[in-house]
């Protein structure tokens, strides 16, 4: 099994999408094994998204992930950062297919209702920027 890190965005959470975004993953066989709420600073959120500084879009990216609670959480799955990428659809919810969180949950590509790591090594860093290990639960059958 892999871990991989989402973060419900705070358009998804002000709508009231969260639990909805919450099921979807977890009948998409994904399992939680870490989630809270938080309010993300500027400084945080400028801290989480410092790989997209010299882009057009990181100001309004910092501005929009500080705007309300947003819900970080570690899933588990067997391939889960390609999973869970799959499953929440292209960036842009126009063009995510069918059935994906985006295309159900989105507003806009800026207001796209999830945050999913982009790799392993990736979903590592993200996780342990919202987690301690300690904060991680082990559930076995």
Request: hydrophobic share 45%.
């Amino acid at each position: 099994m892999n871990r991989t890190l989402a973060i419900i965005k705070p358009d998804a959470v002000a709508s009231g999408k969260a639990g909805k975004i919450l099921a979807h993953l977890e009948n998409a066989g994904f399992t939680v094994r870490a989630l809270r709420l938080a309010r993300l600073t500027e400084a945080q959120a400028g801290e989480f998204y410092a790989v997209h500084a010299e882009r057009p879009f990181y100001g309004e990216l910092v501005e929009f992930m500080t705007s309300g609670p947003c819900m970080p959480m570690i899933l588990e799955a067997e391939g889960a950062v390609p999973k869970l990428r799959e499953v929440i659809g292209a960036t842009d919810p126009a063009e995510a297919a069918e059935g994906t969180v985006r295309r159900l949950y989105a507003e806009s590509k800026g207001r796209n209702a999830i945050h999913a790591s982009d790799s392993d090594e990736n979903a590592a860093r993200e996780a342990g920027f919202f987690f301690a290990e300690a904060d991680v639960l082990a559930i076995h059958a």
